[in-house]
């Protein structure tokens, strides 16, 4: 089975700069969510889509973050523009439904790690 | 909300002794918990789930947690330690209503030889 698929590995920007993250999640797995990790902390839920209706985005900065779910399968996340406060690895993950019951574990991918300089 | 606090930073081992890592949690439903590990530039891999089922949960490379809910406690350990469980160790809490997982600071784990 496919793991989750997470482009570019690698992104150095200038602040000010846009950026954009795409994610490839596990097929068949309907809950997709992006988290920031700053180094140092635990991840931080961004954004969780369910198919391609937004579950939750209440940690979202909305004002230069975007993400969106096309046909509820790949997903990107934007960021503009970039503060320097931005840099940080985002990772995407997804989870699949099991038997009704929502206990189930995510699946992540490799993550991107963004510099903004 | 859920919430959970992962009580260590860092925890420094030998090799071959103990692990202990603690998490407690906090949930206005009965929760899942997950542990999850994360080595340097890989991704986050789970090591074990609890999910309503035994509290005592088995994972992968000899780690257990067992959950504990008069302590709202979910604690990793594993009889002695590798030189390869040197990572970071994060506890989860999910909401099952929402699928929604949050995540702990986590615990860096140092295996000394």
């Known amino acids: 089975e496919a793991g989750v698929a997470q482009s570019p590995r690698y992104k150095i920007i200038e602040k000010r700069q846009s950026v954009a993250f795409w994610c490839n999640p596990i097929?068949?797995?309907?809950?997709l969510y992006w988290y920031q990790q700053i180094l140092g902390q635990g991840p931080k839920l961004l954004i969780q889509?369910?198919?391609?209706?937004?579950?939750?985005d209440s940690q979202l900065p909305k004002d230069r973050f975007s993400a969106e779910r096309l046909k509820g399968v790949d997903s990107t996340l934007k960021i503009q523009p970039a503060k320097l406060e931005d840099s940080a690895v985002y990772l995407c993950?997804?989870?699949?439904?099991?038997?009704?019951?929502?206990?189930?574990?995510?699946?992540f991918g490799q993550g991107t790690r963004l510099t903004v300089v | 909300a859920q919430s959970v606090t992962q009580l260590d930073s860092h925890v420094s081992v030998s090799e071959g002794t103990p692990v202990l890592l603690r998490c407690n949690y906090s949930?206005?439903?009965?929760?899942?918990l997950f542990w999850y590990v994360q080595h340097p530039n890989k991704g986050l891999q789970l090591l074990l789930k609890?999910?309503?089922?035994?509290?005592l949960v088995k994972g992968i490379n000899g780690f257990e947690a067992e959950f504990k809910k008069s302590e709202t406690s979910f604690h990793l350990t594993k009889p002695s330690a590798h030189m390869s469980d040197a990572a970071e160790y994060f506890c989860v809490v999910s909401d099952p209503s929402k699928n929604k997982l949050v995540f702990g600071s986590g615990t860096i784990l140092r295996v000394k030889s």
């Open positions: 609890y999910t309503s089922a035994a509290t």
């Open positions: 097929s068949g797995h309907a809950t």
């Open positions: 993950a997804s989870s699949f439904r099991d038997r009704g019951f929502w206990n189930t574990e995510a699946f």
């Open positions: 889509f369910q198919n391609n209706g937004v579950v939750d």
């Open positions: 949930s206005s439903y009965s929760p899942s």
